[in-house]
């Protein structure tokens, strides 16, 4: 049921129906009970989606049913959430969001009261007691819609101590909401931070999240930068935990290049713990040569932020964080926070009076090619001979100087293959190729 962030799935069906969402409060109330927490309240946030409130009220009811109360933000970013969480007077905090995903689908994540994600093991307990409950005869909870009673304000006040003042003052930027958790919060954010802001995909529908639009979607957003000369633009997921900004020139600046200007930054200030930066098997090797150039370490873990941060805890690493997005400030968050990310990039280009095509200049980019292959099931890579075959090949044809990676997504019916290399064409070659033996055995 818990994926690598939360659980998710399509709104109203299991496991995000009325009697499922039911069970997870109830189960989070009892597991906050047995820890001795529960006499604070449980803070919940969502994003934009027309379903957020419905599941929002179904929680809060397991959860007053367990007898621990609730705490409504509203719409806040998820990295909100887990800063609320952490600083308030709260059990524990949940958001409810797909991230990235269309709005149909929602997802619920859960954060212990020091504002990190639930480890596995805590995960696998409030599991067991769901479908517990699920064997019951548990009615499912279907109340009104929760009232907001908590604000974010003080959320946006740790963000705004991050800078110094009206730091971005003189920038001109660009902000693609994506319609959805930022959308309130950032216009007000990045202007009480000094930006001479402009505005796009900011108009909630509740069903406009993520459509063409935001960190997965910058075509507006490029366009918007390059004709208004822009210093920068940014676009932001559905729950602003990841951001992707675009460069004066129309250069993308994804996660990666976001890293290796956030570890220059760092490493100048004395402030990057071990030189070392974590990032993902998904980091181009064009980042791991351009910090070994700065003399910084980059080490590798699972997809996952949450397991680059894990990752960065055992390390005591400041930095870290994936390819789309996501970014880890360690010593301001305990999660990816795109708004706080923004800030700090934005910042660094104030501090040393360059564009972020300058920044960014050093990291040489190798193709590389990501392929998502929806499939029926899931096997081990093992038990597909053809696709075991097709990966042998091609790493043969690379012969150490490329990746390839095949892996099923944690959040979604989808096996990806990534392939990297010297050469765009060999790399679309391989790609092809081991997606369709998958498509053959799976699809």
């Given at each position: 049921m818990?994926?690598?962030d939360?659980i998710?799935?399509?709104?109203?069906e299991?496991?995000l129906?009325?009697?499922?969402?039911?069970?997870l409060?109830i189960?989070?109330g009892d597991?906050?009970?047995?820890?001795?927490?529960?006499?604070?309240p449980?803070?919940?946030?969502m994003?934009?989606?027309e379903s957020?409130p419905r599941?929002?009220?179904?929680l809060?009811e397991?959860?007053?049913r367990?007898?621990?109360g609730?705490?409504?933000a509203?719409v806040?970013?998820?990295p909100?959430?887990?800063?609320?969480t952490?600083?308030?007077?709260f059990s524990?905090?949940?958001m409810?969001?797909?991230?990235?995903?269309?709005?149909?689908?929602?997802g619920?994540?859960v954060f212990?009261?020091t504002?990190?994600k639930l480890?596995d093991?805590e995960e696998?307990?409030?599991e067991?007691?769901?479908f517990?409950l699920?064997?019951?005869?548990?009615?499912?909870?279907?109340?009104p819609a929760l009232?907001?009673d908590?604000?974010?304000?003080?959320?946006?006040?740790?963000l705004l101590a991050?800078?110094?003042g009206?730091?971005?003052n003189?920038?001109?930027v660009v902000?693609?909401c994506?319609n959805?958790?930022?959308s309130h919060?950032?216009?007000?954010?990045?202007r009480?931070?000094g930006a001479a802001?402009?505005?796009?995909h900011c108009?909630?529908?509740?069903?406009?999240?993520?459509?063409d639009?935001g960190?997965l979607h910058?075509?507006?957003?490029?366009?918007?930068?390059?004709?208004e000369?822009?210093?920068?633009g940014v676009a932001f997921d559905?729950d602003?935990d990841?951001?992707?900004?675009?460069?004066p020139?129309g250069r993308?600046i994804?996660?990666?290049?976001?890293?290796l200007?956030a570890a220059?930054?760092l490493q100048?200030?004395?402030h990057l713990?071990?030189?070392?930066v974590?990032s993902?098997?998904m980091?181009?090797f064009g980042?791991e040569?351009?910090l070994?150039?700065?003399?910084?370490?980059m080490?590798r873990t699972?997809v996952?932020?949450?397991y680059?941060?894990e990752?960065?805890?055992?390390?005591d690493?400041?930095?870290?964080?994936?390819?789309s997005?996501h970014?880890i400030f360690?010593?301001y968050?305990?999660t990816?926070?795109g708004?706080?990310?923004a800030l700090?990039?934005?910042?660094?280009?104030?501090?040393?009076?360059?564009?972020?095509?300058?920044?960014?200049?050093?990291?040489?980019?190798?193709?590389q090619l990501?392929v998502n292959?929806r499939?029926?099931?899931?096997?081990?890579l093992?038990?597909?001979?053809?696709v075991?075959?097709?990966?042998?090949a091609c790493e043969?044809?690379?012969?150490?100087l490329?990746r390839?990676?095949v892996r099923?997504?944690?959040?979604e019916p989808?096996a990806?293959?990534?392939?990297e290399?010297?050469?765009?064409?060999?790399v679309?070659?391989w790609?092809g190729r081991?997606a369709?033996?998958?498509?053959a055995?799976l699809g």
């Amino acid at each position: 049921m818990f994926g690598t962030d939360g659980i998710r799935g399509v709104a109203g069906e299991p496991p995000l129906d009325a009697r499922t969402v039911t069970a997870l409060g109830i189960a989070l109330g009892d597991d906050l009970r047995r820890r001795g927490l529960a006499e604070n309240p449980v803070l919940i946030g969502m994003d934009t989606r027309e379903s957020g409130p419905r599941i929002a009220a179904q929680l809060a009811e397991g959860l007053r049913r367990s007898g621990v109360g609730v705490r409504f933000a509203g719409v806040v970013t998820t990295p909100g959430v887990a800063y609320l969480t952490r600083t308030g007077t709260f059990s524990a905090g949940v958001m409810i969001s797909a991230s990235h995903n269309p709005f149909r689908d929602n997802g619920i994540k859960v954060f212990a009261r020091t504002g990190y994600k639930l480890p596995d093991e805590e995960e696998h307990e409030i599991e067991s007691e769901i479908f517990r409950l699920l064997e019951s005869t548990l009615a499912p909870a279907e109340p009104p819609a929760l009232i907001q009673d908590f604000n974010a304000r003080p959320y946006l006040d740790f963000l705004l101590a991050t800078i110094q003042g009206n730091e971005l003052n003189g920038l001109r930027v660009v902000i693609d909401c994506g319609n959805g958790a930022a959308s309130h919060l950032a216009p007000q954010l990045f202007r009480e931070a000094g930006a001479a802001l402009t505005v796009i995909h900011c108009q909630p529908n509740g069903r406009n999240i993520n459509l063409d639009c935001g960190a997965l979607h910058v075509e507006s957003l490029r366009k918007a930068v390059l004709d208004e000369g822009a210093n920068a633009g940014v676009a932001f997921d559905g729950d602003a935990d990841r951001a992707i900004l675009i460069s004066p020139l129309g250069r993308i600046i994804d996660g990666d290049a976001m890293m290796l200007i956030a570890a220059r930054r760092l490493q100048a200030d004395g402030h990057l713990a071990g030189n070392l930066v974590v990032s993902t098997v998904m980091s181009n090797f064009g980042l791991e040569k351009a910090l070994g150039r700065l003399g910084i370490t980059m080490l590798r873990t699972p997809v996952g932020d949450k397991y680059v941060l894990e990752e960065m805890l055992r390390r005591d690493a400041v930095l870290g964080g994936e390819q789309s997005g996501h970014v880890i400030f360690r010593e301001y968050a305990t999660t990816g926070d795109g708004m706080l990310t923004a800030l700090r990039i934005l910042q660094a280009c104030a501090r040393e009076k360059a564009p972020l095509d300058e920044l960014a200049a050093d990291l040489t980019v190798f193709p590389q090619l990501l392929v998502n292959i929806r499939v029926k099931e899931r096997r081990p890579l093992e038990q597909l001979p053809a696709v075991a075959d097709e990966i042998r090949a091609c790493e043969t044809a690379l012969n150490g100087l490329g990746r390839v990676l095949v892996r099923f997504s944690g959040t979604e019916p989808l096996a990806r293959v990534m392939v990297e290399g010297p050469d765009s064409a060999q790399v679309e070659k391989w790609a092809g190729r081991i997606a369709d033996a998958i498509r053959a055995e799976l699809g």
